[in-house]
C-alpha cells in the first residue's frame, strides 16, 4: 500500500469484522489532471488566482492534491468553462458559496452536472455510430486491457 492510500472501514460487518476498502486519499497533479481533464498549467495558473487551491507538496516538492481540493477544481472548472465566468467572477461566485456555507454541495452539483453532461456527449456520440452518420471509434487503451 502506497502512502496515498489507506484503508477506510465501510461500514459493512462481515462476522463481527469491518471490511477494508482502499480509498486513495491524495492524488498527484497527473492524477488530478486526468480526473479533470485539464492540463497541469492551468491547475498551476488556477492555484495562482485562487487562494483555496493551495496544495501540499511532498517530500519531492510535487504537489499533493487532496479530495476536497479537486472537488473545489471541479466548481472552478464548471462556472469557468460552462457557466462562462471570468476568473475574478468565479472567485467571488465561491466566495459567495463559502459565506452561505454551500461550497461543498455546489462543487458536488457542478461534478454531477458536468457528469452527466460528458454522459449525453457519449450517448450522442453512440447514437451517431448506431444510425451510421459516424464511424465506429478505436477502443481506448482502458477496453483493450480489460
Not at 495562482?48 to 516538492?61: D, E, I, V, W
Not at 462556472?79 to 463559502?98: F, M, N
Request: hydrophobic share 30%; charged share 30%; net charge neutral.
Amino acid at each position: 500500500m502506497t502512502s496515498s492510500e489507506r484503508p477506510r472501514p465501510t461500514g459493512a460487518t462481515t462476522g463481527g469484522r469491518m471490511s477494508d476498502e482502499i480509498v486513495q486519499e491524495f492524488f498527484s497533479i497527473g492524477e488530478v489532471c486526468e480526473l479533470t481533464d485539464l492540463k497541469p498549467h492551468v491547475l498551476r495558473y488556477w492555484e495562482s488566482q485562487f487562494r483555496f487551491l493551495n496544495p501540499a507538496k511532498n517530500r519531492s516538492g510535487n504537489r499533493v492534491y487532496q479530495r476536497k481540493e479537486i472537488e473545489l477544481i471541479q466548481l472552478v472548472k464548471h462556472l469557468l468553462y460552462s457557466e462562462k465566468y471570468t476568473i475574478e467572477g468565479a472567485r467571488q461566485k465561491i466566495d459567495e458559496h463559502r459565506k452561505a456555507g454551500s461550497v461543498k454541495g455546489q462543487a458536488r452539483q457542478a461534478l454531477a452536472i458536468e457528469t452527466l453532461a460528458d454522459v449525453e456527449r457519449r450517448l450522442e456520440e453512440a447514437l451517431r455510430v448506431l444510425d451510421g452518420s459516424a464511424p465506429v471509434p478505436p477502443p481506448s487503451p482502458e477496453e483493450d486491457a480489460g
